[in-house]
């Protein structure tokens, strides 16, 4: 039976939200909150529209930095694997994993920096293939190209808590919509400063789709797009002319993005995302559904009226 729901399905500061199904319901994990002394605060849910805190999830590591962010897990050989990123501010962020019992935590941090040969790299996002192989994607800055900034990377994990140290970009800026800041100081230099962020990987009808944000949560034209690949190493091809799935609307959502893509109690893919208040004080938990079609992932938001989580369906 459908859902009703209206956006944000949970009004909390709630950033980069990695939602998981468990035996026990769906638990969610995000930036923002520190609880009970534990960074990364766990909501847990029996039907993605009602949700509950049940506490925090990484015990926090001392000397890594202030700024704990976008937390995504994966379960390996019977153990939650947390990858996230740690710095300070917007500068220094390098990535990490963390090992829990139980989906919801405590995590315990593994002492690896697993990218200490990024100059900044954030939401390490872990995928498993079709082959059993694990990989995790995540950004990073890159200074050269004729658009630069903050693009898209994968390598293989090799284990839980090793890379196989042969990092690709796999997504460069394409398009002025991606433009973080122009002029924009950085590196001791100015640049026209691109951002994709947050990717997210989905396997469907035998295809690879990354789900990433782009451009400046400020900007109008900030929003969720994608790009598909029959390998997650690629190579990986953005729809001609692509049209986000989720854009601002001004006065009523603002930056809706970092997403990660579950799967509804009757099997319809759901976007989780967040999106800012219009007094700009909080990003918020939101969801919509994904509609696959022949031309490629639909989503009817983000919306920000009443409305259902429909059965699901695919478009013919």
């Not at 019992?101 to 995928?127: H, K, M, N």
């Not at 839980?160 to 460069?172: D, F, H, K, S």
């Amino acid at each position: 039976m459908a859902v009703p729901y209206r956006n944000p399905v949970h009004d909390g500061y709630f950033a980069d939200p990695f939602v998981m199904a468990t035996p026990d319901g769906y638990v969610a994990i995000g930036t923002g909150r520190i609880v009970d002394g534990r960074v990364f605060e766990v909501l847990r849910s029996d039907d993605l529209v009602h949700w509950r805190s049940v506490g925090g999830a990484l015990e926090r590591p001392g000397g890594l930095g202030t700024d704990f962010w976008a937390p995504e897990v994966a379960q390996i050989d019977g153990r939650w694997w947390m990858y996230y990123s740690v710095g300070v501010g917007d500068v220094a962020h390098h990535l990490r994993v963390a090992v829990a019992d139980a989906p919801a935590g405590p995590y315990v941090d593994q002492g690896v920096d697993l990218s200490p040969d990024e100059r900044f790299a954030i939401d390490p996002s872990p995928f498993q293939a079709e082959d059993g192989t694990w990989w995790l994607f995540f950004a990073r800055d890159v200074l050269e190209g004729s658009r630069v900034g903050t693009m898209l990377a994968v390598d293989r994990l090799t284990s839980p808590t090793a890379l196989a140290g042969r990092a690709q970009t796999i997504l460069r800026p394409s398009g002025d919509w991606q433009i973080y800041q122009r002029q924009r100081s950085m590196y001791d230099a100015v640049y026209d400063w691109h951002t994709l962020e947050g990717p997210f990987v989905r396997r469907h009808d035998g295809r690879y789709y990354c789900f990433y944000s782009g451009g400046s949560w400020l900007e109008p034209t900030y929003g969720v797009s994608y790009a598909v690949a029959d390998a997650p190493d690629g190579p990986w091809q953005e729809p001609a002319n692509p049209t986000p799935l989720l854009r601002t609307v001004p006065g009523a959502v603002i930056g809706p993005g970092h997403n990660s893509v579950v799967t509804a109690p009757d099997g319809t893919d759901v976007m989780v995302y967040h999106a800012w208040d219009v007094t700009q004080t909080r990003r918020r938990l939101c969801i919509d559904p994904i509609h696959w079609t022949p031309q490629g992932p639909r989503v009817d938001g983000p919306s920000h009226a009443d409305t259902t989580l429909p059965r699901s369906r695919t478009d013919e």
